[in-house]
Structures are given as structure tokens and as C-alpha cells.
């Protein structure tokens, strides 16, 4: 079945240092890719999507192209701030095996960044 | 703005004690969904209603029921709660196209964080 993989956190990089947090994924079809970010005590926020291959989501300084030959969708910020700390979800809806309307997470990765 | 409503943001019940958690959206959105999730884990799915067909995920403990009397809300009744109930529970929703191709962003709203005594 569908399926999305992280890389294990927690992260822990110093303030303007270089983000990479990666994801690949397993799926049939043609699925939507997301990044959501989670601030302690709230809801999941959308931080980009993509929805086919080559495309690049970005918002906040933060980036991730479809790669659909690598079946990655890694998350890339140039230089963190504090503020950035939070726990990063990647996630894809629309594959075959998922179900019209599921979307399936992968288990998180905690970014702490320190002034 | 148009969002995901939670009401309470905390709920404190007692141990086998019925509880009951909301959702409202300003989103018009015919997609809803329940997650559950424990200490910043992945959300797990319970259920989720397109329009009023609900769809019960098979793992989903039958102690967890919803209701969605109309586009707008949707509830989670917790029937016996037990400790290992307590958890944030996540409402969702999502449109059934995207304007812009490919699947449409699920919206989250703010958990209610449940505690169970």
C-alpha cells in the first residue's frame, strides 16, 4: 500500500544553518506530495504541496520538488531561524492503494533550532 | 477568515465517563475527518465522512463514533474513554477538487487536547 517514509529527528541545528529534512515515498498513480509543520499544542499547518512531478512547492524560505524518479519529496530551508522549530510532516494523498480521500503521514521529524 | 473550528481546546473527562468533541468549518468543504494523535506522532486516522458517507477506518475501537448532521459540523463521541484515550484529536477537512489540479490541502484545526482522570 501507500506509504511515506522521514528521516528520523529530532534535528538539531544552530540559527542560519542549512535545513534538509527527507521523505520518499511509496505509491501507485499520481499522488498529491505535502509538507504540514506542527507547533507545540496546535493543529497541523500546510507549509507547501506539490501536485505532480518536477514541481516545486514553496513558502517561507522553505522548498521541495517532486521527484518522482527518486520518489522524494525532501524539505530544504537555506538558513533556519528559531522560530522554524517545530515538527515536520511529509504526507501524499491520491495514490491508488490510499483511498480517494486519505492522506497518509509520515511518523514526523522534530527540528529544534538553537539561537 | 474561513477555517477549522475545535471546541473545547482541552477537555478533562473521567474514566468511562462519555465525552463529546466538535468541529465546525467555515470551508464548505465535503470532506471531514477525526484523527487522533499522541505525543507529536503521526496522525492516525479514525474516520471521515464524504459528505454524509461515513468511512470507518478498520482498526478505529468501536468506542469512537461520529455524527455529521450537516456540511458545516462534525463530532466525535468518545463512549467509555479509557486512559489510553487520552490523546489530541484532530478535526480536518478537505474539498473534493482542487482548483489547481491534483489532490486538494487537508485543513487542520487546532486539536482539543482530551485528559482522561
Known amino acids: 500500500g501507500d506509504s511515506v517514509t522521514q528521516m528520523e529527528g529530532p534535528v538539531t541545528l544552530s540559527e542560519e544553518a542549512f535545513l534538509t529534512i527527507n521523505c520518499t515515498y511509496t505509491?501507485?498513480?499520481?499522488?498529491?506530495l505535502f509538507w504540514y509543520v506542527q507547533y507545540p499544542g496546535e493543529g497541523l499547518q500546510l507549509l507547501l504541496k506539490a501536485t505532480k512531478a518536477d514541481d516545486k512547492g514553496s513558502n517561507k524560505g522553505f522548498e521541495a520538488t517532486y521527484r518522482k524518479e527518486t520518489t522524494s519529496f525532501h524539505l530544504e530551508k537555506g538558513s533556519v531561524q528559531v522560530s522554524d522549530s517545530a515538527v515536520y510532516f511529509c504526507a501524499l494523498s491520491g495514490g491508488v492503494d490510499s483511498g480517494t480521500y486519505k492522506y497518509i503521514f509520515g511518523t514526523g521529524t522534530r527540528l529544534k533550532v538553537l539561537a | 477568515d474561513a477555517m477549522v473550528i475545535q471546541n473545547p481546546r482541552y477537555q478533562v473527562t473521567q474514566f468511562g465517563k462519555p465525552v463529546t468533541l466538535s468541529c465546525s468549518q467555515t470551508?464548505?468543504?465535503?470532506?471531514m475527518y477525526w484523527y487522533q494523535q499522541k505525543s507529536s506522532q503521526a496522525p492516525k486516522l479514525l474516520f471521515h465522512y464524504y459528505d454524509k458517507d461515513f468511512n470507518n477506518e478498520a482498526d478505529t475501537p468501536d468506542n469512537f463514533q461520529s455524527r455529521r448532521p450537516n456540511t458545516s459540523f462534525c463530532f466525535l463521541d468518545i463512549r467509555s474513554p479509557g486512559l489510553g484515550d487520552a490523546a489530541m484529536y484532530l478535526c480536518?477537512?478537505?474539498?473534493?477538487?482542487?482548483?489547481?489540479?491534483?489532490?486538494?490541502?487537508?485543513?487542520f484545526g487546532p486539536g482539543t487536547r482530551l485528559l482522561v482522570l
Open positions: 470551508l464548505n468543504h465535503n470532506v
Open positions: 480536518a477537512t478537505s474539498s473534493r477538487y482542487s482548483s489547481t489540479g491534483g489532490r486538494e490541502t487537508q485543513y
Open positions: 505509491a501507485t498513480g499520481y499522488p498529491s
